[in-house]
Structure formats: structure tokens, C-alpha cells
């Protein structure tokens, strides 16, 4: 399991709601929170590594060590919302793209565990910020679709470089050949 990097067409995918919590699910949550730590992210969702899911792990402290800080989701939903906040965002599939992103200040979520219960929460900021986020990832929304004009406009030279390096993994043969980019 690895994180696949914009334009892959992993992240243009429309995820699939999980019909039963199995091992699958459960060993595909545990690689994915490894792999979040590793990367130092707050936040992955299944299609960041290429799996049809409606699957997300986060963690809003990005510390391994503050598991009440740690969340498997899935099915996610956002049930309300409130207010605005513009912040700074990045993207594990953007490495080194931060930009300013506007989203809801308030969140209420619900999404089941991995025991199969369903909880709901509410937060602020942050963690708002991230649940929006991963869950924009299940339906194929990344932040570029969500950035301002401005922000877009200054993202457009790191995007030419992550299609270029798409291009590159694919003549190397870390890509198949036929995969075709989605912008
Ligand atoms: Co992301």
C-alpha cells in the first residue's frame, strides 16, 4: 500500500460505501493509519491509496501517541455545518502544496468505528477542517477544487510538476503505462 499522488485517477474516483466491516476493511484501516503517521498527515482517505472505499482515517493532533486524538470513519456523513474559516491546507497526494482553503468552522459528523458503531461528533477548526476534507476525498473532491481563484492561480506551477512527475513514475515504470491522468 502506497499514497498515490495527484493526477493519479485513484483520486477522482467516487468511493463505495463499505456494506460490512470485515478484515479487509480492518487491515486496510490499520496500513492506512501507519502510512499516515509515517507521512506526518493528519488525516488519509482509502482512495489516497488507491482502495474504493468509504473509508478515513485521522488523527487531529498527528501524534501516534494521542490515540484520543485518532478516528477511523466510515461511511462518513456530514450531518450539519456552520460558520466559515479560511485556512492553510495541504494534501499527503500534494506533497509541499499548501494553500488557503475555505471550509466550515463547525462540523457535526457521523460515521461508524471498526466495531460497526455509529457515533457522531461535533468539532471546530481544525478537526472540521479535516473531516471535510478526507470526506471531499471519497467523492473525488480534492483542495484544489475548493481553493480561490488566487490560490489556484498560485498552485498552477506545482500542479504542472506533479503531472510532470506522473509522466516520469510512468516511463520508470512505477506507474502502468496506460494509466491516464485525471486533473
Ligand atoms: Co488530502
Same mark, same amino acid.
Given at each position: =500500500?502506497?499514497?498515490?499522488?495527484? @493526477?493519479?485517477?485513484?483520486? /477522482?474516483?467516487?468511493?463505495?460505501?463499505?456494506?460490512?466491516?470485515?478484515?479487509?476493511?480492518?487491515?486496510?484501516a490499520?496500513?492506512? $493509519?501507519e502510512?499516515?503517521?509515517?507521512?506526518? #498527515?493528519? #488525516?488519509?482517505?482509502?482512495?489516497? *491509496?488507491?482502495?474504493?472505499?468509504?473509508?478515513?482515517?485521522?488523527?487531529?493532533? +498527528? %501524534?501516534?501517541?494521542?490515540?484520543?486524538?485518532?478516528f477511523?470513519a466510515?461511511?462518513? *456523513?456530514?450531518? %450539519?455545518?456552520? +460558520?466559515?474559516?479560511?485556512?492553510?491546507e #495541504?494534501?499527503?497526494?500534494f506533497p509541499? $502544496?499548501?494553500?488557503? *482553503?475555505r471550509?466550515?468552522?463547525?462540523?457535526?459528523?457521523?460515521?461508524?468505528? $471498526?466495531?460497526?458503531?455509529?457515533?457522531? =461528533?461535533?468539532?471546530? %477548526?481544525?478537526?472540521?477542517? *479535516?473531516?471535510?476534507?478526507?470526506i471531499?476525498?471519497l467523492?473525488?473532491?480534492?483542495?484544489? %477544487?475548493? =481553493? #480561490?481563484?488566487? +490560490? /489556484?492561480?498560485?498552485?498552477?506551477?506545482?500542479?504542472?510538476?506533479?503531472?510532470?512527475?506522473?509522466?516520469?513514475?510512468?516511463?520508470?515504470?512505477?506507474?502502468?503505462?496506460?494509466?491516464? @491522468?485525471?486533473?
Amino acid at each position: =500500500m502506497k499514497i498515490v499522488k495527484y @493526477p493519479h485517477p485513484a483520486l /477522482r474516483t467516487l468511493a463505495k460505501p463499505v456494506l460490512a466491516i470485515d478484515k479487509d476493511i480492518q487491515l486496510a484501516a490499520g496500513r492506512m $493509519l501507519e502510512l499516515m503517521y509515517a507521512s506526518e #498527515g493528519l #488525516g488519509l482517505a482509502a482512495p489516497q *491509496v488507491a482502495l474504493e472505499h468509504r473509508l478515513l482515517v485521522m488523527n487531529f493532533e +498527528g %501524534d501516534p501517541e494521542k490515540k484520543e486524538a485518532e478516528f477511523v470513519a466510515i461511511n462518513p *456523513v456530514i450531518v %450539519d455545518s456552520k +460558520g466559515a474559516l479560511n485556512d492553510r491546507e #495541504g494534501c499527503l497526494s500534494f506533497p509541499g $502544496l499548501y494553500q488557503s *482553503v475555505r471550509r466550515f468552522k463547525t462540523v457535526t459528523v457521523q460515521a461508524y468505528n $471498526l466495531k460497526g458503531e455509529l457515533y457522531e =461528533m461535533m468539532c471546530h %477548526d481544525l478537526p472540521a477542517r *479535516v473531516w471535510q476534507h478526507e470526506i471531499d476525498h471519497l467523492d473525488g473532491v480534492l483542495f484544489i %477544487d475548493k =481553493m #480561490g481563484s488566487l +490560490g /489556484r492561480s498560485r498552485s498552477e506551477k506545482d500542479l504542472e510538476q506533479f503531472i510532470a512527475d506522473f509522466e516520469k513514475a510512468k516511463k520508470k515504470g512505477d506507474l502502468p503505462p496506460g494509466l491516464e @491522468p485525471k486533473l
